[in-house]
Every structure is written in structure tokens, then in C-alpha cells.
């Protein structure tokens, strides 16, 4: 069992730059893997980047070179750090966990980019 808390949404204007974070209630160093998911109104949940325990990561096409996952062990955290915003990257942030029993979910954080 683990809760996850995003936190670090807001407003920002097109070309800005936030970090989102991802507070685990335990360690998280036996995850292999965590996610940051979104979604826009109106569109489906999408992956946009992930991170391994070896700190492999992996990025949607529409966010590679703008945003960088990392994951601090000590802290129980995984950041998303989100330069060059676009009023496409707007919608609810979710951190994700997959494990063999299920996958635990945030509540979510908004972010807003406006134009």
C-alpha cells in the first residue's frame, strides 16, 4: 500500500517553466518504475514520462527536451520539472505506481498554461 501526493500545479504562461512533484508515503526505492500521466478536458489519460529505479527514463514525442523526470530516494519523490510550456501541456498531472498487485494513483495537480 502507498498514497501518493502530487502538488506544484498552477498557472503559468506559454514558454514558463514548473515543477511538479510526487510525495510517496514510503520508500520508494523497491519501485521499478514511476509515472507522470495527464489529461487534458476532454482527451484521454496519457503517459508523458516515466523513470526506472536505475533512473532509465522515457518520454512522450510531444515533451522530449522540454520536461525531466527525476526521482530523489532519500525524499520519496518523483519530480517533473516542465520548461518551454505550451498551452498543450495543459491538464491534471498524475503520478503513478505499477506494481504486481495494482497501480496506486495521485489525486492530481493542474497545471494551466495559458496563451
Known amino acids: 500500500q502507498v498514497q501518493l501526493v502530487e502538488s506544484g500545479g498552477g498557472l503559468v504562461q506559454a514558454g514558463g517553466s514548473l515543477s511538479v512533484s510526487c510525495a510517496a508515503s514510503r520508500s520508494i526505492f523497491s519501485f521499478n518504475l514511476m509515472d507522470w500521466y495527464r489529461q487534458a478536458p476532454g482527451k484521454q489519460r496519457e503517459l508523458v514520462a516515466n523513470i526506472t529505479n536505475y533512473g532509465r527514463t522515457n518520454y512522450a514525442d510531444s515533451v522530449k527536451g522540454r520536461f525531466f523526470i527525476t526521482r530523489d530516494s532519500a525524499k520519496n519523490t518523483v519530480f517533473l520539472q516542465m520548461n518551454s510550456l505550451e498551452p498543450e501541456d495543459t491538464g491534471v498531472y498524475y503520478c503513478?505506481?505499477?506494481?504486481?498487485?495494482?497501480?496506486?494513483w495521485g489525486q492530481g495537480t493542474q497545471v494551466t498554461v495559458s496563451s
Open positions: 503513478r505506481v505499477p506494481t504486481s498487485i495494482r497501480d496506486y
